[in-house]
């Protein structure tokens, strides 16, 4: 079983729609979770990120974590043609701890259409 | 908005030859990191490196490869004799630690083309 497992899509949408996604985990040592974007060719940028369980609201995006199930999800609100990307979850053991290695899913592509 | 930058942002190289990828990570930050990512597939971790010595590294980071911070803001990756399969999007992150949070930031990544 992968640590860190993400439907690769792609995701379509209308414009103004909810954009769902989610991660499966199965390391129980995760405890830290970030939601990165990712256009073609170039680096990842941080979205969300969050410690514990339950809900995390930033403008359009909610992030949700459900550690009994190892399950995380990114709501994308409201959603925009420029919101078309590649999303990316992360996640690391420990919170707070240099060398915070990072484990990736694969990604989701969204494509937002107007 | 402070950000990290790398260079050069695309290297082409001949098999067998050393490689260096500069990055210079946000001012404040205290930890740095290099990931990659093999076309098509997932982001990988690499390294970290945390005051002047590695943190953690993986499986993928051998003798090959190794890093430094030469001095007081570049931080630098070097692949000593390339393969055809180093060939990849390199990132460099870093984050500032302690209060200021654990959320580490990329940079645009360099792509390495090995032939």
């Known amino acids: 079983q992968k640590e860190v497992e993400q439907d690769p899509g792609p995701l379509s949408v209308p414009e103004g729609a909810i954009v769902s996604l989610n991660c499966t985990y199965s390391n129980s040592a995760f405890q830290y979770f970030m939601w990165y974007r990712q256009y073609s060719r170039k680096g990842p940028e941080l979205l969300m990120y969050t410690y514990s369980s339950g809900n995390k609201e930033d403008g359009r995006f909610t992030a949700q974590v459900d550690k009994s199930s190892k399950y995380i999800s990114l709501f994308i609100r409201d959603s925009q043609p420029s919101d078309s990307a590649t999303y990316l979850c992360?996640?690391?053991?420990?919170?707070?701890?240099?060398?915070?290695?990072?484990?990736f899913g694969g990604g989701t592509r969204v494509l937002v259409k107007p | 908005e402070p950000e990290v930058t790398q260079t050069p942002s695309h290297q082409v190289t001949q098999m067998g030859q050393e490689v260096i990828l500069r990055c210079v990570p946000i001012?404040?930050?205290?930890?740095f990191y290099w990931y990659r990512q093999i076309l098509g597939q997932k982001v990988e971790f690499l390294v970290s490196?945390?005051?002047?010595?590695?943190?953690?590294k993986s499986e993928i980071f051998d003798d090959q490869f190794s890093v430094e911070r030469p001095d007081g803001s570049n931080f630098t990756l070097k692949i000593r004799s390339t393969k055809l399969e180093d060939s990849a999007m390199y990132f460099c992150?870093?984050?500032?630690?302690?209060?200021?949070?654990?959320?580490?930031?990329f940079g645009p990544g360099t792509r390495l083309t090995v032939t």
């Open positions: 992150a870093s984050s500032a630690g302690g209060a200021q949070g654990y959320e580490q930031y």
């Open positions: 490196f945390y005051n002047n010595e590695i943190s953690e």
């Open positions: 992360a996640m690391s053991p420990i919170a707070r701890s240099a060398g915070n290695k990072l484990t």
């Open positions: 001012s404040n930050h205290l930890y």
